[in-house]
């Protein structure tokens, strides 16, 4: 049976590193399906510094989708961002401004919100705003559990300013690994749902009833 469990990881992981994609570490499975939310600092060939995190969750590909275009409930989700106002949403992506509770400091910008493979992948990109560059994406991958999928996070931020390295990596290796286990608990229904005084503005989008 351990044979046989270790083979079906191999055939997963296999699959996971021919897909398109930026190439990962190996990806311990034991450790994601105990709950751990795996954080790492990552390098774009441009240079670039970002973060990358791992996690699973036990729900459906089409609820976790659902939830990362849920706009309405992002204050709720990541605490971080005080106000959210999403500019214009439509099927291929999402014009969205926030005001957010950065490290050290408060940032307002405006991202494009690409929907690169609706279902399984989205990404960002600024359009405007405090800080310098900011890109990132989202990423719904199976796992050898039919139950269960791994969502893979980068954030690639450069804010332009003069701030200890060492210090701001640190911070946001912190608060990513907390917005992994926030989110997962959100999606596998552990959380309430949006107070109405809560700082969002939309467009055409209502908060959740419950």
């Known amino acids: 049976m351990r044979w046989t469990w270790r083979w079906v990881c191999t055939v997963f992981l296999l699959h996971l590193l021919i897909a398109p994609a930026m190439a990962m570490k190996e990806i311990n499975w034991e ?18 510094s970002g973060l990358r995190a791992l996690f699973t969750i036990t729900a459906p590909r089409d609820r976790i989708w659902t939830t990362l275009l849920d706009y309405s409930n992002f204050p709720k989700m990541f605490p971080e961002i005080k106000t959210i106002r999403v500019l214009e949403n439509t099927q291929q992506g999402a014009h969205v401004e926030y005001w957010v509770d950065a490290v050290l400091s408060e940032y307002h910008y405006v991202v494009y919100r690409r929907y690169d493979e609706p279902g399984r992948r989205l990404s960002w990109s600024r359009i405007s705003g405090d800080v310098k560059r900011i890109e990132g994406s989202w990423e719904i991958r199976e796992t050898p559990r039919p ?4 969502l893979v996070y980068e954030s690639y ?17 912190r608060r990513t690994h907390e917005m992994g286990e926030r989110l997962r608990s959100w999606i596998e229904g552990r959380a309430a749902c949006l107070p109405a005084t809560s700082h969002v503005q939309t467009v055409g989008i209502q908060p959740c009833e419950r």
Do not use: C
């Not at 139950?147 to 791994?150: K, L, R, S, T």
């Not at 804010?159 to 200890?164: A, E, K, W």
């Open 31 to 48: 450790a994601l399906f105990a709950g751990e939310v795996e954080v790492e600092a990552v390098r774009r060939p441009d240079g670039i």
């Open 157 to 173: 931020v450069d804010i332009g300013g003069i701030l200890p390295v060492a210090l701001v990596r640190a911070e946001a290796m």
């Open 147 to 150: 139950d269960v999928q791994m």
